[in-house]
């Protein structure tokens, strides 16, 4: 009896919270600020967003008091996230995995086993809400903090629903599901072609955008969405924006990514995908890891900012420097590069874009990565990870991370880009001459403020560089420094600084 009224208390609690978090209904308007470039995007897993791993080996073992994370337990970070600057979660797939043919002891959150429903992993047991009810629980504390949720639609189907629903998948001339690319845990969806649409894949995902809509969602990012074709997702993508004229869609694509996932599949190129309504994509930002030239840094930023305006429809980029698919920026080339990424998101007019346990530096190493298991939950007993990835396959650890002077850096460089992003949004990329060719520079110049942004490319060695400002008169302007370690020497208009390795410098001139 006592156990039912404590029960009972606490679901007239939650519910109270719940009630008093839509007293003031929340207006979606991501899609206006994604354009806009007001975005701040974190990337979480909810399934290890506040999970608790008391005895350190990377992973959680309920049957030892470990907990994982839920979108209950979720809840208590939305305070931390939106101190960081932090205005939109992207949260990663929330659909039940695949136990078949698995990745890892969980699953893969890109297995989808089914589009209508939610993962059981996500669900905490000790609350008498439904899981539907927790989701809907956790989107609504997010929008009471003025925090967007945009949420991963998976590109393929698990094994499981494979033997469940054949009709939905591409097989080859055996009859057995096709595998894109090295996937192994996934098949291949079919979506039909350019002039007919498969009406079984698309009822699918038509079922999952009616599914986020219904929770409160702001926003879908398509994951691998080159694989689909325009016309699949223009129907899709006009049926949400009847309902909410406001719901984002976020392409996963890159003007660099020419190839399909398999040789059965489309391949939409990324402004095909935009002209299909599409807001925004992925700007091929995650070579930076790859430039050591101020020459190879240019090409591409100017060509990505030049491209997104080519649209008769207004579209941006997100600032996609690093994701989950790229190895921690720590493990790269050091926290300088961190920095880096930050500044450049800051400094830019993209969407910046993040992933949890990047502010403090997480290197997504997992103690018992890649090893036997204690348990598992799929036909799979290794514990698989990524090396410096953040873990999609697994119950693991909470991102974390030790490194304050990163997350120092995010907090300013997000509140510095609120003050800018008039002048980043009304006026031209324009790079600078350095006389390093491993250092890069360029300003954003309106009639009241500069914003000039330099950057040395070479992370194990400082570079000494001469950075020429035209119509920059010392005497009349002032050179306000935003984030630099030692302040340059100014001759004849002229910045002359000796950088450390892989640094970034930031100034604004008034």
Known sequence: MLKKIILSIIFLSTISSYAFASESPWHNNLRSDFLNNKSVILEINIRSFNSQDTNGDGFIQEESGEKRGTFLNAIERLDEIKNLG?????????????????????????????????????????????????????????????ISVIVDVPACGSYDLFLERPDLFVTSTSSEPVVPSDWTDVRLLSVGTEEKIDLNTYSLYKDFVKYMLKLGVDGIRADVAHSKTAIFWKELIEY???????????????????????????????????????????GSFFNLKNWTSAKDFHKQISATLTDVKKFKEPKSVIGAFTTHDEVSPILLKGPAFSEMIIWLNS????????????????????????????????????????????????????????????????????????????????????????????????????????????????????????????????????????????????????????????????????
């Open 347 to 510: 400094t830019l007019p993209v969407n910046s874009y993040y992933v949890d346990g990047f502010q403090t530096g997480d290197d997504y190493y997992y103690k018992k990565g890649n090893s036997l298991a204690q348990k598992t939950y799929t036909d799979d007993e290794i514990y698989f990870t990524h090396k410096g990835q953040l873990d999609i396959f697994n119950l693991s650890r909470k991102p974390g991370g030790t490194n304050k002077e990163i997350k120092n850096n995010l907090i300013l460089g997000n509140n510095i880009k609120s003050g800018i992003l008039q002048t980043l949004n009304s006026t031209n990329y324009t790079p600078l001459k350095t006389t390093n060719p491993k250092v890069f520079a360029y300003s954003f110049n309106s009639d009241t403020k500069r914003i000039i942004t330099v950057g040395n490319l070479d992370f194990e060695n400082s570079q000494k560089v001469c950075v020429k400002i035209q119509k920059f008169n010392p005497k009349k302007q002032k050179l306000l420094p935003i984030k630099i370690s030692t302040m340059p020497d100014i001759k004849r208009g002229k910045l002359h600084l000796n950088m450390n390795a892989g640094e970034i410098v930031v100034f604004i001139i008034n």
């Open 86 to 146: 932090i205005n939109t979660l992207h949260i990663l797939p929330i659909t039940p995995t695949g136990k078949l043919k698995a990745l890892g002891t969980a699953g893969s959150l890109y297995s989808a086993a089914a589009f209508d429903s939610l993962n059981e992993d996500l669900f905490d047991k000790s609350s008498p809400l439904t899981l539907e009810q927790q989701a809907k629980l956790f989107i609504d504390e997010a929008h009471k903090r003025g």
């Open 240 to 282: 949400s924006r009847e309902k909410d004229p406001e719901f984002m869609w976020l392409a996963e694509s890159s003007e660099s990514w020419h190839d399909p996932i398999s040789p059965l599949a489309p391949f939409t190129s990324y402004d095909k995908l935009l002209d299909a309504g599409f807001d925004g994509y992925y």
